[in-house]
Each structure stands twice: as C-alpha cells, then as structure tokens.
C-alpha cells in the first residue's frame, strides 16, 4: 500500500511503490506539474520496494518534466530501488539527487 504526503516541494513516498499505486503517483506527479511547480521532487525515503513499471512512471515523468522545462527529481533513493534502477537499465532516466557527504 502506497501513501504520499507532501513535505514543502516534495511527494514524499510512503510505502511499496509498484503497479497497483503507479496511477496514485503518477496523477500526484502531473498535478504538481500542471499546477506550475517550478520543478518536482520524489521523496523515495520511506520506499521499501519498487517494481519496473513504477519506475518506468517515473521515467515518463522525468521526460514530460523535463520537455515543459521542469525537473524531477528523486531524493533518498534506497539500496532497494537503486538496485532496481539498475536491473530494469533506467538509471539513466532519472534525475537522482546527490547525496550529502556525511562529516
């Protein structure tokens, strides 16, 4: 089960992040986007697991941000998804926010 709450600019994601919570997400997505957000940022913190179609989602939505000069991007993506990322060959399509370097 999928929640998203907001956090000032970010969706944060709450949740497994699969095909049954891809429309959820992706009509949160296009809603800020279309409502003139400036950019769009995906809080992946609390995502336990992703399948191939949530992050094809979030790869179409990278591209339509983008071809309406906007950015989306992820934020606190997990070893989990970054795996997947990698398996399904989309790492790539995504704008993936770098991580602070820890003192």
Not at 57 to 63: D, E, H, I, M, S
Request: overall charge negative; some cysteine; glycine content about 6%.
């Amino acid at each position: 089960m999928m929640d998203i709450t907001m956090d000032g600019p970010a969706l944060v994601l709450h949740g497994d992040f699969d095909v049954r919570s891809t429309f959820m997400v992706r009509t949160a997505i296009y809603e800020r986007l279309e409502g003139g957000e400036q950019d769009v940022i995906v809080d992946m913190t609390e995502v336990d697991t992703i399948d191939v179609t949530a992050l094809r989602v979030l790869a179409v939505a990278t591209r339509q941000a983008s071809r309406s000069g906007h950015l989306l991007t992820l934020r606190n993506c997990g070893p989990s998804v970054r795996r997947m990322m990698h398996i399904s060959r989309l790492a790539h399509s995504f704008y993936v926010e770098r991580e602070a370097a820890s003192a």
